[in-house]
């Protein structure tokens, strides 16, 4: 909603920036604007540890998820509340730049969102900077699906779209939904190019909806982040010490998959092909799979942060 800004922090929480988190853990108030506040936006109630946080909601809870979200709770519409807010301060003078500098302007707009270092397993991509690829080639106006699990935390970060043109999957954070969402925000914007990121193991769910999309001549773009595996889970296991080879099933051929159902396919495995394989698929009529194959090793923010690895 507020992306145009060059102070907007983008997303709270278990998809956060690394400049968000530091920022908020500098915070001495945090003001949440019809915001839930449950426990995945408030990292378990460590994302604000000195500040004083304030709820305006029309109905607030106090607890959710066993977590108390605030120390005082505004009852109101929240427009209504933050325009009165916002008169009471502007006749008050008050003024505080704060920490709003062109320093934290530039980190804001040029640090990546994850900066951790990871290896990369050969033949395969970082997610993160295949995300930056996408989000630089892709226009603005372009239909985004977010499919759930843990490559939802990698196109969670793309920048500048409206939100009514980005459509997230997070019920129960169940996977497999993802390409059900694609053909219905297709059959309900047929003229909009539509584009679904999703893990490997949530297409597998439903991999038949392939000659679904085949018969109803949907051109839909579904980008795979191939990991051969279930994501969140093999993540899970290693941070507890545990075999995680129930949740391998290795790196298939996606493309080959959907050439099968009369689709379109390509197997990528190099930045480079990104753009060219973009180029393929508008200047054709059926949907494309792109079957990207992404590093194991990479582990989102979000998981690192609820499963640490295991101490030495």
Not at 112 to 139: C, H, K, N, Q, Y
Not at 165 to 175: D, K, M, T
Request: negative net charge.
């Amino acid at each position: 909603m507020f992306d145009g800004n060059p102070y907007s922090l983008s997303i709270a929480g278990g998809f956060a920036r690394d400049i968000c988190v530091e920022v908020c853990r500098e915070a001495d108030l945090a003001i949440a604007i019809g915001a839930s506040l449950s426990s995945h936006t408030l990292y378990h109630g460590s994302l604000f540890p000195q500040a004083h946080v304030v709820q305006i909601d029309t109905h607030p809870v106090g607890y959710n998820h066993g977590t108390m979200v605030a120390d005082e709770y505004l009852r109101g519409d929240a427009a209504k509340t933050v325009v009165a807010l916002d008169e009471s301060l502007a006749a008050r003078g008050h003024s505080a730049p704060g920490i709003r500098t062109p320093a934290l302007a530039r980190r804001i707009e040029e640090e990546p969102a994850d900066a951790m270092d990871f290896a990369i397993s050969p033949g395969t991509l970082d997610p993160r900077e295949v995300t930056a690829d996408l989000d630089r080639l892709m226009p603005a106006d372009w239909d985004m699906i977010c499919g759930s699990g843990h490559s939802s935390s990698f196109h969670a970060q793309m920048r500048r779209r409206a939100p009514g043109r980005y459509h997230a999957v997070r019920e129960y954070g169940a996977i497999g939904n993802g390409i059900s969402l694609a053909m219905g925000v297709k059959a309900a914007k047929p003229t909009s190019q539509v584009v679904l990121f999703d893990g490997d193991g949530s297409l597998l769910m439903n991999v038949q909806e392939l000659e679904t999309i085949r018969r109803h001549g949907m051109k839909i773009l579904i980008c795979i982040y191939n990991d051969g595996a279930f994501g969140s889970e093999i993540h899970v296991l290693r941070s507890e010490g545990v075999e995680d080879g129930e949740a391998v099933f290795g790196r298939g051929d996606f493309g080959a998959v959907a050439r099968g159902f009369g689709l379109r396919g390509r197997v990528i495995t190099e930045r480079e092909q990104l753009a060219e394989a973009l180029e393929e698929f508008v200047a054709g009529d059926t949907a494309m799979v792109w079957d990207i194959h992404v590093s194991d090793l990479v582990v989102a923010p979000n998981v690192r942060r609820n499963h640490p690895p295991p101490r030495a």
